[in-house]
Each structure stands twice: as C-alpha cells, then as structure tokens.
C-alpha cells in the first residue's frame, strides 16, 4: 500500500486505513487498528497519540508517496513540455489511485472529516499540488510567451476541482473508474491556461 512497508509502524498505518476504508473513521477504534495490524496498543501509543494521529499520519505517508511517484514520472520529460507533463502527472496519479482504492478512499472520502490534523495535512497537500503546477506552466510560458498568465488562485481552483471530482467517482462508481477521468482533467488544465482559441470574425 502506498508509503506503508511491513516494519510495526508501517503495519499500524496500513491497519488504520483498511479499517476506516470498511468501517468509516467515525466507526473506527483504536482496537480495531491494532487487530488489524496485529500489534498491542503498547506498540500503537509508542507511535501514535490516538486514532486521529495515526489516520493522520497514514495519511500523510499516502501523500508523500503519491508525490515522490509523480516527481519520478514526470522527471524525464522536458520542463517546458506543459501538455506532456500535465497528462503524465493525471495519468500517474489517477493509475495509482486506482490500483490502491483503500489509500484513495481514505484520502479523498474519509479525510476531510478526519479532524484538524488531517484536514490540516491535506491542506498543505493540495497546495503543493497547485504550486508544483504553477512553476511548471510558469516554465512553459518562458518557451511559449503566449500561454495565459493565470490569477495566482488559479492553480489551487484546478486541483480543488479535481479532487472534488475524484471523491464523486469514488462515491459513485468506485476506484476502478478512476483512469478514465483524464480526459476531462487535463482538457481543464488547457483550457484553463493555455491561450484562448482566436475567433474568427465574420464581416
């Protein structure tokens, strides 16, 4: 599962989200965790304060590993390249999230209601998330002067609305119907800053 590997910790935050994926955060106790990940609670509080500090930081390891996969996928690809780098980024993302619906679940359901701490980290998540996508198209438009100079918001409402979009999905179709909103995210990110279409005028 992403950022979980097979150390105590590790098991107790892969347990945290494979219980609040089944039973929803609200339903999800501390005893359940530490079933799942077949520890004493000795071990959990040695990590975690309680559940929402373990949930939060499952959550947090989730993110960081999505990140680093992303950096490594659009890596090779040209810094000015805006249309390469923006569908590679979707594609990773939305291919990742679809092979670990768990992690998905967790991140873009069960996480906004998760108390401050989460909702605090998934914050700082999607800002890194729109500032990375600023200092790219920025390094695009130096190539290409004509590409639209967005309102410093911009950015933040692109991926606000894709993740919006991505918890409908997972609410109303599942994790595996995930890949098949790329189209319609990066058709955003083109519309939204690349240069309006010129209109042809008619006499």
Avoid at 32 to 47: I, P
Avoid at 161 to 188: K, Y
């Amino acid at each position: 599962m992403l950022g979980f590997d097979g150390t105590q910790a590790g098991r107790v935050l892969a347990a945290v989200f494979d219980a609040v994926a089944d039973k929803g955060y609200a339903a999800t106790t501390v005893a359940d965790v530490v079933a799942g990940a077949a520890v004493s609670k000795r071990t959990f509080y040695q990590h975690h304060d309680d559940k929402e500090g373990c949930f939060a930081a499952a959550c947090g390891a989730a993110a960081t590993d999505l990140a680093r996969t992303l950096r490594a996928a659009v890596a090779p690809i040209a810094p000015h390249d805006w249309h390469a780098r923006v569908h590679t980024a979707w594609q990773v993302l939305l291919d990742a999230l679809a092979t670990h619906p768990t992690a998905a679940w967790c991140l873009f359901v069960e996480a906004p209601s998760a108390g401050a701490a989460t909702t605090a980290g998934l914050l700082a998540a999607h800002e890194s998330a729109a500032g990375s996508l600023a200092r790219l198209h920025e390094r695009a438009r130096l190539r290409h002067p004509g590409m639209r100079r967005p309102s410093p918001d911009a950015f933040g409402l692109h991926v606000g609305g894709a993740v919006e979009l991505v918890r409908r999905t997972l609410l109303r179709a599942g994790a595996p119907a995930l890949p098949g909103l790329l189209p319609s995210v990066v058709e955003n990110a083109l519309v939204l800053f690349e240069p309006a279409p010129a209109v042809r005028r008619t006499a």
